[in-house]
């Protein structure tokens, strides 16, 4: 009994989704019927859970994909770290060359003060030792040693390779990177006062340091134009001149290869595009075409 009754209610809740009801828009003061549409139970029901679904879905795209969650508490922007650690460095950074300029000024106003302290000396000097003590003294074992390891030492050493004839072409020792490639149209010749070569290659090609060194020039003169120079080790400095531009500045350390300037026609002594090369070692010119393949 109680199963025909549970179907009964089953079948009479089915028939009320199935009923039709109307709504109606009526004016209050008239009655007037402005407007009214069909309802179902059904649809109604169907309309409200898609409407929930389409909510619930645009509700995860906005906080997923879009600025907004910003706005929602628990919610930051993803590249808020990154803003946060940039502006650490910069932090960094400025303290470290605050501290750098305060310590400068000390430094300067100490100077300019007269605040320097001076090195003392003593009262008394020291006797000199006299000649028969120096004949009496016994030399160690340890001042041997020494006396032949600082003897020996300057038979390496390039400060004295210019006095020393087992140093000569010591400077074929060293590889020297081609500045660039082109034609030779100008030799060297010490006679004509002419202490490098001339080359002749492509339009804005790169001009690259022929070997590893320190910038200790880069400037623009009315006879050379822009001009650049080199120090490298072995007292060996290289020179680069009539370029159009020169792309490192005094100071910088370049590595052999690396782009310097760029091949022009500046300068007062240039008749067209080219590159002006020196080598001098040791303070003499010598010709690079001994020592590199252009």
């Not at 009526?26 to 549409?37: A, N, P």
């Not at 003897?151 to 004839?165: P, T, V």
């Not at 030799?187 to 339009?203: Q, R, S």
């Amino acid at each position: 009994m109680s199963g025909i009754f549970k179907r009964l209610i089953k079948r009479k809740f089915y028939l009320r989704l199935k009923h039709k009801y109307r709504l109606v828009i009526m004016q209050d003061d008239t009655f007037e019927e402005k407007f009214s549409f069909k309802l179902l139970p059904m649809n109604v029901f169907i309309a409200v859970g898609v409407s929930a679904i389409v909510l619930i879905f645009s509700t995860t795209f906005i906080i997923a994909f879009t600025p907004l969650r910003e706005y929602i508490p628990g919610y930051a922007d993803v590249n808020i770290n990154k803003k946060f650690r940039y502006l650490s460095y910069s932090v960094d950074s400025l303290e470290h060359g605050l501290a750098q300029k305060e310590a400068y000024m000390k430094n300067l106003k100490t100077i300019l003060g007269g605040n320097i302290k001076t090195d003392s000396l003593p009262e008394k000097p020291a006797s000199p030792i006299s000649k028969k003590q120096v004949g009496k003294l016994v030399k160690s074992r340890e001042d041997s040693i020494l006396r032949g390891e600082f003897e020996n030492s300057d038979d390496f050493n390039l400060l004295f390779a210019e006095d020393k004839k087992s140093t000569v072409g010591s400077i074929s020792n060293f590889f020297f990177f081609t500045p660039i490639r082109g034609i030779v149209i100008n030799n060297f010749n010490l006679k004509k006062e002419h202490y490098g070569v001339d080359i002749v290659a492509k339009e804005n090609e790169a001009v690259k340091a022929t070997l590893d060194g320190t910038v200790i020039f880069s400037s623009w003169t009315l006879e050379t134009g822009y001009c650049i120079g080199l120090q490298h080790t072995g007292n060996i400095v290289s020179i680069y001149k009539h370029n159009s531009a020169v792309l490192k500045k005094t100071g910088d350390y370049v590595k052999a290869g690396d782009v310097i300037a760029i091949i022009g026609n500046s300068g007062e002594l240039s008749s067209g595009p080219h590159l002006h090369f020196e080598l001098w070692y040791y303070g003499n010119p010598i010709n690079p075409k001994d020592y590199i393949a252009f």
